[in-house]
């Protein structure tokens, strides 16, 4: 079983950044993909950002493209997500994903626990 923790979420007003940090139980390069996705209560899970540590290809939702960046560390146990020009609407509850298959034809397999993003205006 692969347990993620997610660290780094809080309150930002708009403009500013946060960089949310990904602890994965296991080494990141023993996963097909890692990344985010968010939730908005109400609304559909969103995927963010998605690394394939293997390549270290990135892919990025619309919504923040330009604006987030995933990496992987070099301790090869975490993911993390740099955001930067936050806006209202990047308020969400954000997930850190991993799967041994795909990240992106179905929900991936492994999620953490979720740290709380707050954007005020």
């Known amino acids: 079983q692969v347990q993620l923790v997610e660290s780094g979420g809080g309150s930002v007003q708009a403009g500013g950044s946060l960089r949310l940090s990904c602890a994965a139980s296991v080494d990141t390069s023993s996963m097909y993909c890692m990344g985010w996705f968010r939730q908005v209560p109400g609304k559909e899970r969103e995927g963010v950002a998605i690394i394939?540590?293997?390549?270290?290809?990135?892919?990025?939702?619309?919504?923040?493209?330009?604006?987030?960046?995933?990496?992987?560390s070099n301790d090869k146990n975490t993911v993390s997500l740099q955001m930067n020009s936050l806006k209202p609407e990047d308020t969400a509850m954000y997930y850190c994903v991993a799967d041994s298959n795909s990240c992106r034809s179905r929900p991936p397999r492994y999620w953490g626990q979720g740290t709380q993003v707050t954007v005020s205006s």
């Open 52 to 72: 394939y540590p293997g390549t270290a290809y990135t892919t990025y939702g619309d919504s923040g493209k330009g604006r987030f960046t995933i990496s992987l």
